[in-house]
């Protein structure tokens, strides 16, 4: 039996786990499995060896194959390794983080890689892609699990694929130069490293991610060129992008999705991010309610930390004693201005990017992405910027995996316009035969989880429900 990305029984299987994940929400648990993988707290692979500090961010500090999985369950018919790489906390110091480098077993071009930022969008480290991806593990992170699904899609296309923990050792979700460093660091040691087969020592490389992901993609295309100028880097795509952090929280502050915000200030207040400055001062305004939600959110993952707060907000004073007023106070302002992309010349991508946003977002404001293009274009930069019209922040993922997949495939071809361009896409249908036959059977897929999705996103939460009991019982 043939068993290639290009084989029909490969995306078969993609289509039925597709199914699985998002479609078929209603099936029955899955069983729990005998062999566990070890948590990122308890696994000694995740510990960086003595001296390491001394090492270039970049640097490969371990590495392993792993049987990757889909839902920690079913075999993923890839080469899967894992590489343990130095990169750079906030303040400057040496940290270390993991990435997972997949490769289709037939037919991968070896001369390039996509860097796949996933949306794991929580601050414990449970959720981390790496745990996620092994076979044994828990579906803590069900965000993870399904991206993976698209992360299928650039294997099936016959690329080497990385995907960073890019949040750090302390799982730190909405810092973006922390995640940005990440990010590039992780595409130095997969570039370095000799165990994928690569037939050059500079790859070229794209980068992708959508919503969390697009933070860790936009801030890494930012920091490229003082970061990591030696990169060959050809493109970015960035969907549903949280350019600006303080937009985010009064828009998503008090709505079914406002559970992704004390996640955020988990994420924020790490040491490996601006733990020095933000910690004491959260601990002087929280209250009790408050921190019961931050440490709930430092223990879950994003789905159920959503189903936690859902409603709620972090800008009134049973959650800190500032209320409203907390977005206009210094600490924390000097915390969000460093978490604006596009504000300084000097952070803008060399690479031409794509990205792409629902004009109805519900979760990440529309606007502060459309002010990242202005910036990003006045500042010199290439950058298509593509408005979903119909369609809400989920459904746009999806709609726009083809138009994703055809921006990598120009961005390795060097084939990108320069310069600024927009565009509307009123369709609310995958297209399944937009990326040629071969990926058929996968953008059924997408479009059937599209229809189960809802206008607009209608289903999501009732969606994310059912995803909790599968967490639950698994
Ligand atoms: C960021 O969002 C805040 C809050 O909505 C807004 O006041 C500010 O103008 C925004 N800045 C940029 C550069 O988008
Ligand atoms: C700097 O970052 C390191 C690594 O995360 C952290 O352990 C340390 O506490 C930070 N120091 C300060 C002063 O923020
Ligand atoms: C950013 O988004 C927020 C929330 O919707 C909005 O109030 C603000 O005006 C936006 N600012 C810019 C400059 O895009």
Known sequence: MSFGPSSPVWHQLVLVLLALAITELHARPLKPIAARASVPATDPFYQPPAGYEAEEPGTILRTRSIVASFFGLLLDAVEAHQLLYRT???????????????KPLLGAATDRFVSFQTAYDSSDTVC????????????TDIISAVEFLILQVYLAEGYIVAAPDYEGPDAAFAPGRLEGMGVLDGMRAVSAYTGLGFSTTTPA??????????????????LQSDYAPELSIKGWA?????????GTTVFVDNTVFSGFLPAALDGLAKPSAYGAELGPFIESIITPLGQSKLTFANTYCAVEDILNFAEQSVLST????????????????????????????????????LLYHAALDEIIPYANASTLFDSWCSNGASVQFTTYGSGGHATTELLGVPAAVEFVEAAFAGTVASGCSSNTVLDSTVDPLALGLDLEPLLTGLLDALVRFGEQDANLISDLAILETLITVT
């Open 238 to 246: 960035a969907g549903g992008t949280p350019a600006n952090l303080t």
């Open 205 to 222: 490389i794209v980068g992708v991610g959508y919503s969390g992901g697009a933070i860790a993609s936009g801030w890494a295309a930012s």
């Open 88 to 102: 750079t906390a906030v303040n400057g110091t040496a940290i270390a983080t993991v990435t997972t480098g997949f």
């Open 318 to 353: 049973s959650f800190q004693s500032l209320g409203y007023d907390l977005v206009y106070d210094p600490t924390f302002v000097s915390v969000m201005q460093q978490n604006i992309m596009g504000l300084y010349a000097n952070e803008t991508p060399i690479a031409p990017v």
């Open 128 to 139: 981390d892609p790496s745990y996620n991806y092994e076979l044994g593990a828990v579906q």
